[in-house]
């Protein structure tokens, strides 16, 4: 339990950490800068949020997915 509890802890502490990712291709940079400096980092949250939520989705297969087979294995 001990240890479950400090990795959601620490993926909690890596969550609140913000780095500034540059996650738009070259072109997209280019379009972006030309609108301004706001819109180009709601653009860069954007595709940030968009590559975010596949990611998070396999994670939680997985977690369902070895959570059954260990439940199976008892």
């Known amino acids: 339990m001990k240890k479950y509890i400090l990795t ?11 780095m500034d990712v540059a996650a738009q291709c070259s072109i997209c940079t ?12 709601g653009l860069n949250a954007g595709i940030l949020y968009l590559v975010a939520v596949p ?10 997915w070895w959570r059954s ?3 199976a294995s008892e």
């Open 8 to 18: 959601i802890l620490f993926i909690a502490v890596l969550g609140f950490i913000s």
């Open 55 to 64: 990611y998070l989705a396999v994670v939680f297969i997985g977690y369902k």
């Open 30 to 41: 280019k379009t972006a800068m030309q609108l301004g400096a706001r819109p180009a980092q």
């Open 69 to 71: 087979e260990k439940k």
